[in-house]
């Protein structure tokens, strides 16, 4: 079942009014600390396969390379679909590192070194191609991956442009240094059974410089809802918004719908957990981190540290205007109270993840008068038109100067 919350941050004007309307509240039958947020947890598999149980329509990659499957006393990036594809590392200069997106791990690359993977079997017609990067170069234009076969013609993409091996199609002017989940879908070469050598990252005149946590490879064509469920799967893990698209689990259930919230989908981040993919979500921020939440009390320096849980198919997704939620405007109550609002964020929940204990964390930039009078209220009823008997709120604790929390 779907259950939409909206979730502004409030500040009444005096202590007094607060405890008026606490006792209002009281008397509308409101619920105090309740939960609010929903999360998850699965399993934390380094380097295995990862399809725990098959679904029906779902198409699997035929390579599937994923930071936290490497070993840096290893130059081998392992293949986590089951066909051993491995990614192995050549480095003419540069170091490699471990780092993190979303709190999850992530490979980090200091130019001059590629991954290179073995060809790939043709099976249809076409093949796909997704890459989960984030670049440290908000100038340059750069190489993500190669596909050199055997005429030795390229086909390959950068951070801005795609090539099919004749001549280059731009798809962003940016030069984006958050999150970004990429998916390219390319005919195989001509007269061709097989891909050609595969290079991820590159040592020629771009090289890459950054982040990079997964890449995956599909030697046949994906359907658009198939095409979907993985970027969803890719874009919650690593916080990265998906533009103007809905998100969906690998049962194909919408778990965020973005024609229904359209004024919320600026930036959307995501908890849960869904064991065809072996996602295991349970914090997560948005790309600037202003916004971060997560299952239980506190914050963990990564996801695996995190061992709180919740059920398989359970997903909480966030969504909000990032650039609103320092913005002012003013809320009236039912029972006449004026607040003094911050940002409106939206809550979509799926399954049985309502009764997790979490946490939402805001840093503040500007909010006027004490920052411990502000609340955190909930309207349950998914209008946004916070009617007494719908809405509940809670008290923040700060962190610091300029940081609120909020546990339910």
């Known amino acids: 079942m779907e259950i939409k919350y909206f979730l502004p941050i409030m500040r009444t004007f005096s202590n007094i009014q607060k405890n008026k309307m606490l006792k209002s509240c009281k008397l509308l039958s409101c619920k105090f600390f309740i939960t609010f947020l929903l999360i998850s947890d699965v ?25 936290d499957s490497l070993s840096l006393d290893t130059d081998i990036l392992r293949d986590v679909s089951g066909n051993s594809n491995h990614g192995n590392f050549i480095s003419e200069k ?26 790939i079997s043709k099976d249809e017609s076409r093949f796909r191609i997704f890459t989960v990067y984030q670049s440290i170069d908000s100038t340059n234009e750069q190489n993500l991956w190669q596909v050199i076969d055997t005429t030795k013609t390229q086909i390959s993409q950068t951070t801005n442009n795609t090539y099919d091996g004749i001549s280059p199609s731009e798809y962003t002017k940016s030069h984006f240094t958050i999150p970004v989940v990429t998916s390219h879908s390319q005919p195989f070469p001509r007269n061709q059974d097989e891909l050609g050598e595969i290079n991820l990252g590159s040592s020629d005149s771009l090289p890459f410089m950054g982040k990079i946590a ?19 799967y890719l874009a919650i893990k690593y916080g990265a918004t998906l533009k103007e698209r809905s998100y969906y689990s690998s049962t194909g ?35 600037n981190n202003e916004i971060i939440f997560g299952i239980g009390g506190e914050l963990f320096p990564t996801n695996e ?41 939206k809550i979509q929940t799926s399954n049985n993840a309502n009764d997790i204990s979490t946490f939402l964390i805001i840093k503040t930039n500007g909010w006027e008068g004490d920052l411990e009078r502000y609340n955190l209220f909930i309207d349950r009823s998914g209008e946004g038109e916070y009617q007494n008997s719908a809405i509940s709120f809670f008290i923040a604790d700060k962190l610091d100067d300029t940081t609120l929390i909020f546990r339910d």
Request: hydrophobic share 30%; net charge negative.
């Open 305 to 345: 540290d995190n061992t709180e849980q919740i059920e398989n198919q359970s997903y909480v997704m966030l969504g909000t205007e990032i650039e609103k939620i320092n913005e002012s405007s003013q809320q009236m109550l039912e029972n006449g109270f004026l607040l003094t609002k911050y940002g409106d964020y």
């Open 94 to 119: 540069g170091g490699l590192y471990f780092d993190t997106i979303n709190y999850n791990k992530a490979v980090k690359i200091d130019g001059g070194i590629k991954i290179q993977i073995p060809s």
């Open 43 to 67: 399993l934390y598999l380094s380097g295995q396969n990862l399809f725990i149980s098959d679904i029906v329509g779902v198409t699997k990659p035929v390579v599937w390379l994923r930071a």
């Open 214 to 232: 997964e890449f995956l490879i599909f030697n046949k064509n994906l359907t658009n809802k198939t095409r979907d469920q993985w970027e969803s």
């Open 253 to 287: 259930d919408s778990v965020w719908s973005y024609y229904s919230s359209k004024n919320y989908s600026g930036t959307i981040i995501g908890i849960g957990r869904d064991d065809f993919f072996g996602l295991n979500q349970k914090q997560s921020h948005s790309y």
